[in-house]
C-alpha cells in the first residue's frame, strides 16, 4: 500500500519541536557525562518534557482518530519505536554479554526491555550493580513508559466512559502525582490536547502565552529552590506542559531542524556508548581535561546517532507506508499487548521469586 500518511493530516507542523527534541536528548547526553551543574536542570527533567510532548502530540492524533483508524495507530507507533529501540537493546546486551558476560542479570534485564516493562521493575540502588554495563542501558526506562502509553491511551480513549473528555485524562495525572511517577506531565500534554480540540489554540493568545511564561519560569525556579520537597513532581510537570505549550507555534518545518529532531531518537538510546568509548580512550591512551572529554563525547554522540539515524530511522519512515496493511497492523498491536502482559506476569514472578 502507498500514498500518504493518513496520521500526518491529524497533528499540525511544530518546527519548533524539532530542536526542542535535539536539546532534550543533549540535556541527556550530558548528563549521563556528569557535566551538567547541580540543580533541576537534569536528564530526569528532560525526559518529563519529552512525556509532556508526547501526550500533547500522540494525545493530538488519538482525539482525531476513530475505532477503525487504530490499527494504523499502533502500526504507525511499532514502526517508528521499535526498531530503532530492538536496534539499540541488540547493540547494548551484546556488547554486555561480550565484556561482561552473561549472567541472570543480563536475561533479566533483557527481559525488562524486551517487554517494556523496565520502569515497573527496575529497582535501585541494587539495580545498578546488576544492570549491564553498569546501568549504561537505564535510560529504556523511559521508552517502557512512552509504550506504556501508546498501549492504554487507547484503552481510555474508546473504552472508558467520556475517554476523549478531560476528566479522565485529570484522574490519571492525579494518580501519576500521587504515585511519584513521570507519568503525569503525558497526561497534562493530553489535557492539553483535549483543551486544543475543543476551544482551538488557546494557548498561542497573548494572555495564555504569558501565563504559561510565568508558570515556567516559576515551576523551574520552584525547583531550584525547593528540589527535593514532596510537590517537586508537580513542579516538574507544571514546567513540562508550559514549555511543550510555549514551543507549540505552528509553522514551516526545515530540513535542517527535522534532521536534529529525528537524530535525538537514536541520540538518547545510544549515547552511551561513544561516552563509554571516548571516557576508555581519554583514560588509557590520551588524558585531557574532563570539558574536552565531555565535548569530544558529545560530538562523537551525535555523529554515531546521526548514522544511526540515517540507516534505520529514516529508512523505516520513508518505507513503513510500503509496508502497511491492516491485517499487519492488527497482528502488531496484538503482539505489543502480549508482549506488555508476559512483561507484567513475568516480572510479577521474578519479585516473588
Request: proline content about 5%; some cysteine.
Amino acid at each position: 500500500m502507498t500514498g500518504a500518511n493518513p496520521e500526518s493530516e491529524k497533528i499540525a507542523s511544530y518546527p519548533l519541536f524539532d530542536w526542542l527534541r535535539f536539546v532534550l536528548a543533549s540535556v541527556v547526553v550530558l548528563a549521563h557525562a556528569q557535566i551538567l551543574p547541580p540543580g533541576p536542570i537534569n536528564g530526569g527533567l528532560a525526559v518529563d518534557v519529552f512525556f509532556a510532548l508526547s501526550g500533547w502530540l500522540i494525545g493530538g492524533i488519538l482525539l482525531r482518530t476513530q475505532r477503525v483508524e487504530l490499527p494504523r495507530f499502533f502500526f504507525n507507533r511499532a514502526t517508528r519505536i521499535w526498531i530503532p529501540y530492538l536496534a539499540a537493546v541488540i547493540l547494548l546486551y551484546t556488547i554486555a554479554a561480550m565484556r561482561e558476560g552473561i549472567d541472570i542479570h543480563w536475561f533479566k534485564y533483557l527481559f525488562y526491555d524486551a517487554t517494556f516493562t523496565h520502569n515497573l521493575f527496575t529497582i535501585f540502588p541494587a539495580a545498578a550493580q546488576e544492570m549491564p554495563l553498569r546501568g549504561s542501558g537505564n535510560q529504556f526506562w523511559s521508552i517502557a513508559v512512552e509504550e506504556q502509553f501508546y498501549l492504554f491511551a487507547p484503552i481510555i480513549m474508546f473504552l472508558v466512559p467520556a475517554g476523549k473528555q478531560i476528566w479522565p485524562w485529570l484522574v490519571v495525572a492525579v494518580v501519576c502525582l500521587m504515585l511519584g511517577t513521570h507519568a503525569a506531565p503525558i497526561a497534562l500534554g493530553v489535557i492539553a490536547a483535549i483543551l486544543q480540540r475543543d476551544i482551538g489554540d488557546w494557548h498561542i493568545t497573548a494572555s495564555a502565552r504569558l501565563a504559561l511564561l510565568i508558570a515556567a519560569i516559576a515551576s523551574l525556579s520552584s525547583l531550584f529552590l525547593w528540589p527535593a520537597a514532596s510537590f517537586s513532581a508537580a513542579l516538574r510537570s507544571l514546567f513540562a506542559i508550559s514549555t511543550v505549550l510555549l514551543l507549540a507555534v505552528e509553522g514551516k518545518r526545515y530540513a535542517t531542524a527535522v534532521f536534529a529532531g529525528g537524530i535525538s531518537f537514536p541520540l538518547y538510546l545510544n549515547h552511551w556508548l561513544p561516552l563509554a568509548f571516548v571516557h576508555g580512550a581519554t583514560k588509557n591512551y590520551f588524558p585531557v581535561s574532563p570539558i574536552v572529554e565531555t565535548m569530544i563525547a558529545y560530538a562523537g554522540a551525535v555523529a554515531f546517532s546521526a548514522v544511526a539515524y540515517i540507516v534505520i530511522d529514516r529508512q523505516v519512515l520513508a518505507r513503513r507506508q510500503q509496508w502497511y496493511s491492516r491485517a499487519l497492523a492488527i497482528r502488531l498491536a496484538t503482539i505489543a499487548y502480549a508482549t506488555m502482559a508476559i512483561g507484567i506476569i513475568g516480572g510479577l514472578l521474578i519479585a516473588w521469586r
